[in-house]
């Protein structure tokens, strides 16, 4: 048996064992292949100023994050899961005094009247919202797609970001913990 | 009643599978011709019966049986009859039936029309291919059965992701399975090579058709794919180095290497142990790419739904059937001697073909790195990153210029020891043709896209080639026309395959060279009625209606057409486009259809966006020269593969075995 014969074996042997790892820390949960982190995170937020949706009294800057906890939601009257994910947003505002955070909204790709028609049923969690009709600050934030979370701190540094729909898991898990850890 | 129809003659199958297996093997170790004789039914019994299941499963979808659970997640009635047939392999469970559907096909053929194999070596293949079916049908019926029920049943089904629900892509799957499971043959003779211990010319003779065979199926499935990726996509691209497409790329690059050393291996006695290496890494290459789609280790456009427990399984199988067939290569394949090996010279034919697989092994090795490097660096801690076309554009492309070259002169060199010079000077017309090629890409753009003009000159130098080589075959122009003529249709059908093959290679580096480098876009926000100049075109967003299709709500556009600059008064356009933005209210998604004025020599691309507040509409606009080049050439690439086949040597068999191939020592 000469060596060169057993190359491409031992080759496979090294990549076998390569995808099993990767599917053994799949499944254990470990890694997420589908998981994007955000190339902001550790980095100030950006500078930006945006005037609130008609009928909304604040708008949002930057200037605004500073000294606070911040959770930025970028979010849209057009996205289903924003809805989904909307009552978990007005649970999160009852909590913004005591557990000493604000929450703003970035109203992402938006048409004023079609919000404050959604708001005005639903409620409107946010303390803040900056109107972003034409995604010029969402291109600053890396914003992919609504509903996206972001934590920022009160030096107004990204913390944390989060693609998708909020879950009670993740608050649970991730959120909640975080800002606790952010007040001290 | 039909499902379980179908769900029995899966397990039927796996149990004849587990038969062909194990059977036919040890009956050809013992020389027991009786045993060894069954697999043929045995093989051709395996595909009626997952025949039939596929024909359960399809009526099914026909008749919207929601009773059966995976019609309910992947139908809908009001589903045109075309995608409800297409649905049934456009989800997991269906396409791995059709899968293991393609592979007994391949299996019943090769018993029904192997008769002149020698009965061992056909019992020892059908047996791996029999072990091969087995692996498939038990990991369809304990992880992914496509029959079972649901009780009680919904109302209507959730419907087909609509991005799917297209006739490209309608037969895109099909054909790619036809290539990539027709790999399975090589895998199997070269399996079956390495238990006799002999590889020979007529060995040779016999995997190449089906190799043949399934790389001409995976060339029109990967163009499919990539139309499918240019129109229904709508960014006007056509190649994404996307991990599912790299993952039909590599078996391809490597199929195309097994090819030309199968040549070898029949004409010259060499390369043994190489060629059987190729065709196990073509099929292993197969298989990694099912592994890499299915079990969601890469995260992809085009990913299956993930279930980890899958993945295991297809892992498992991976596991199986290369790392034993490469085990068995480490322990077999030092004993299979060339006869030829010693008078190897560098420039002869046959130097030509080790540098061709030389060449497109470690393209097809880049592609590979490429394709798991962002994998394995997140294995060991090393975060996340994405490889994209910088690197593939960097590192393949360099590669495919000595290669492009190499393609106009290998054929023409002698077998054993070559002329170059000699060739060379015979070249001189498709130099002159490159030369002219690259000129004009420079002259029609602009002297600094010195890249493209080289592109061009590769890919008129390997069609000119083609037909020098041919010319000089026929003796044109040098004895009178009807002696050429009598030349030409002596000529064997195989050399017109090639030389056909070969200059399509060179119609779609045109092509991918002119689209890449010349492509105008335009993307702009257009008021009804105003015009916008694309690359010598002029378009007007006449109005935008909304439609209704079958089982979609759209928003198509009108756009008139007309030639030159902005027209002042009111002139007929050459073509009204309408490119359309759908929305598919069942499955709660959107595509856009994007709309295309094709000529020969390029495609005006418009793709319809979003509204804006003051009754406008953005509206992109793309100018892709010889673009359809690049489909055209792979269907002309796929027809020379087809007249290669047809060639008289693969109908009347192989000779006989010639009695100097000594079998080594039986295991």
Known sequence: MRLRFIVPAFLFVLLGAGFVYALVAIQSGKKDPSAVPSALIGKPAPEFALPAPQGFPAGLSAADLKGKVTILNVFASWCPPCHVEHPLLLDLAKEATNGGFQLVGLNWKDKDEKLAAWFKEAGNPFARIGADPDNRVGIDFGVYGAPETFIIDRDAKIVYRYAGPLTQELLRDEIRPLLAKLKK | ?667
Request: hydrophobic share 55%.
């Open chain 2, 1 to 667: 009643m039909i499902p379980e129809l179908g769900h029995y003659a899966l397990v039927l199958a796996l149990l004849v599978a587990a038969y062909q297996s194990v059977a036919p093997l040890l009956a050809a170790a013992r020389g027991n011709a009786l045993v060894m004789a069954t697999a043929v039914p045995a093989a051709q019994s395996q595909f009626i019966l997952i025949a039939t299941a596929f024909a359960a499963l399809t009526y099914c979808y026909v008749t919207s049986d929601f009773t059966v659970a995976n019609v309910a997640a992947n139908s809908h009635t009001a589903k045109p009859l075309l995608y409800k047939i297409s649905g049934v392999w456009g989800n997991h469970e269906g396409s791995l039936l059709l899968w293991v559907l393609i592979l007994t096909l391949f299996g019943a053929a090769v018993a029904t029309f192997g008769a002149n194999l020698p009965p061992a070596l056909r019992a020892r293949v059908l047996s791996v291919q029999g072990m091969i079916g087995a692996g498939f049908l038990a990991f369809m019926l304990f992880t992914s059965n496509p029959f079972l029920r649901l009780d009680p049943p919904p109302t209507d089904g959730r419907g087909l992701n609509p991005l799917l629900q297209d006739p490209g892509l309608a037969f895109h799957p099909p054909f790619l399975y036809l290539g990539y499971v027709g790999f399975s043959m090589a895998f199997s003779f070269a399996v079956a090579a390495l238990i006799e211990g002999r590889v020979d010319a007529a060995w040779a003779r016999w995997v190449r058709p089906w190799t043949l065979a399934a790389w001409g199926f995976l060339t029109v499935g990967i163009a499919l794919g990539s139309w499918w990726a240019y129109y229904e996509l709508g960014w006007g691209g056509f190649w994404f180095w996307d991990p599912v497409e790299n993952a039909s790329f590599m078996p391809w690059l490597v199929g195309t290497a097994l090819l030309h050393s199968a040549v070898v291996v029949e004409k010259r006695d060499a390369l043994k142990s190489w060629t059987i290496l190729l065709a196990i890494l073509t099929f292993g290459l197969s298989l990694i790419g099912t592994f890499l789609v299915r079990s969601g280790v890469l995260t992809s456009v085009h990913a299956f739904a993930v279930d980890p427990e899958r993945g295991i399984f297809i892992l498992a199988l991976l596991l199986l059937a290369i790392g034993g067939s490469l085990t068995l290569y480490a322990w077999r394949a030092p004993a299979l001697r060339s006869s030829g090996a010693g008078l190897f010279k560098p420039i002869s034919r046959e130097g030509a073909m080790v540098l061709n697989n030389l060449l497109l092994s470690v393209a097809a090795a880049t592609v590979f790195l490429g394709t798991l490097y962002p994998l394995f660096l997140d294995i060991v801690g090393g975060g996340k990153i994405s490889v994209g076309a910088p690197y593939f554009n960097s590192t393949f492309v360099p590669l495919m210029v000595p290669l492009l070259a190499a393609v106009a002169i290998g054929p023409m060199l002698a077998w054993k020891r070559g002329d170059l010079p000699g060739v060379l000077s015979r070249l001189y017309v498709a130099f002159a043709a490159a030369v002219f090629a690259a000129l004009l890409g420079l002259w029609i753009a602009d002297w600094r896209r010195a890249l493209a003009a080289l592109g061009l000159g590769l890919g008129a130098w390997v069609v000119a080639g083609s037909v020098v080589e041919w010319a000089g075959r026929i003796q044109l122009f040098r004895v009178p026309l009807g002696d050429s003529a009598r030349r030409a249709f002596g000529l064997p059908r195989s050399f017109y395959g090639m030389s056909i093959a070969h200059a399509a290679l060179g119609i779609v580096v045109l092509g991918i060279t002119a689209s890449s480098a010349w492509q105008t876009e335009v993307i702009k926000v257009v008021r009804p009625d105003e015009w916008l100049p694309v690359a010598g075109y002029s378009l007007r967003l006449r109005d935008v209606r909304e439609v209704h299709g079958p089982n979609y709500v759209a928003q198509q556009a009108r756009v008139d057409v007309v030639r030159g600059a902005t027209p002042s008064g009111e002139v007929k356009p050459i073509v009204v486009l309408e490119p359309e933005k759908r929305r598919y209210p069942v499955e709660g998604n959107s595509t856009t259809e994007a709309a295309i004025h094709t000529t020969f020599l390029a495609d005006l691309y418009v793709v319809l966006g979003d509204p804006d507040a003051n009754g406008g509409w953005v509206v992109r606009a793309y100018y892709n020269p010889l673009v359809p080049w690049i489909w055209g050439g792979a269907i002309v690439m796929f027809f020379g593969g087809l007249v290669s086949l047809s060639d008289r040597r693969h109908r009347v068999g192989a000779p006989k075995r010639s009695a100097s191939s000594v079998p080594a020592a039986a295991a």
